[in-house]
């Protein structure tokens, strides 16, 4: 008998979560439209968004994605902040002249377009020019990416948002593909995997950023050896995906590296039912999937790991887009290219 979800326990809890996160993950709050986003791709995963989802539910949400938008000005010392805050921690942006809290960051403004798109919006409110101007003035001379200006963090993670971005708005003039390439190609290690720098672990996380990158940008040829990083991908596989070598399984990485070797056409080589089998060991009792079992659930785990559950039984479940976290379906309608898999 084929493994399976607890689908109406996993609905309920994503349920539960776009009503109120426990205390434990106030910390987080910064980062509301990641969750939001989040939960919402676990229900369309499931299948479940329309049932969970109330029309004026969905016009709430809407609402208070739009009002965490950064407008563009037309001024150099607005450029690099359009787009999209990762949540309302400070109140509404307009009336705080705290600068921080008025700076929109490339994962936010990924989050938010993706939420947009299941919600059912159309896009029509978004300050599209001004988003392209922000990555523009985002990326830096190595061809990486920083999320937000101020800060020195750069890696594989915000390449990945400002394709994402480019791919959903589709309009790439704000990335230089050549850099962005150049910099994934240097962060390739010889083991196969792909780090946060060059010269770093080889890391699942990062894996999945770059490839998808490349895949959205139609440069999967500029990896060095497509064969042995696909074969690090599929030895990551130890019960579920682990996401370096000698750690232990995690749920999020059966998206993680799970998608990546969807994008590498290593689909077939799989062993679909144990990694099935260690995401049902992952569930808990009130819905939800654990990032290791017998443990507490959180938004990411449940949706990676319910993602990366339907890469393995697509039969049943709505088919995912490795690239964008989207549904295929939806991405095609739309008219979003590099949104289809690979491996057929």
């Known amino acids: 008998m084929a493994t399976q979800l607890a689908v109406d326990s996993h609905a309920r809890y994503f349920r539960i979560c776009l009503n109120g996160l426990p205390r434990q993950m106030t910390s987080l709050d910064a980062a509301r439209m990641t969750f939001v986003q989040l939960c919402l791709v676990g229900l369309a995963a499931l299948g479940k968004l329309d049932e969970v989802c109330s ?142 720098a060059p010269f770093q672990e080889s890391h699942g996380g990062h894996l999945y950023c770059c490839v998808s990158s490349l895949a959205l940008m139609g440069r999967l040829d500029a990896i060095p050896d497509r064969q042995r990083t696909l074969k690090w991908a599929l030895q990551r596989q130890n019960g579920g995906y682990q996401g370096r070598v000698n750690k232990p399984a995690d749920s999020c990485y059966s998206f993680w590296v799970g998608a990546a070797v969807e994008l590498l056409g290593g689909h077939d080589l799989v062993d679909a039912a144990q990694v099935s089998t260690f995401l049902v060991q992952c569930e808990t009792r009130f819905g939800g999937i654990a990032k290791f079992p017998d443990e507490f659930p959180d938004p990411l785990h449940a949706a990676l790991g319910i993602v990366g559950f339907t890469f393995c039984n697509p039969d049943g479940f709505p088919r995912m887009s490795p690239t964008l976290l989207l549904p295929e379906s939806l991405a095609h309608r739309l008219g979003i290219k590099a949104a289809k898999t690979t491996s057929g």
């Open 55 to 196: 029309a004026e539910d969905k016009r709430q949400m809407i609402e208070w994605i739009y009002a965490q938008q950064v407008l563009g000005d037309g001024t150099e010392l607005n450029a690099a902040y359009c787009g999209f805050r990762g949540g309302s921690l400070f109140g509404p942006h307009d009336l705080c002249d705290y600068v921080p809290a008025n700076s929109a960051n490339v994962a936010g403004t990924y989050s938010a377009l993706c939420a947009l798109l299941l919600l059912g919006d159309d896009l029509s409110r978004v300050d599209k020019p001004a988003i392209v101007e922000a990555l523009r003035c985002l990326q830096q001379d190595s061809g990486c990416f920083a999320p937000h200006p101020g800060t020195t963090e750069r890696d594989p993670r915000f390449i990945y948002c400002a394709c994402a971005i480019s791919a959903i708005l589709d309009d790439w003039s704000g990335v230089n593909k050549d850099a962005a390439v150049e910099y994934i190609v240097s962060c390739c290690n010889p083991d196969g995997g792909m780090t946060q």
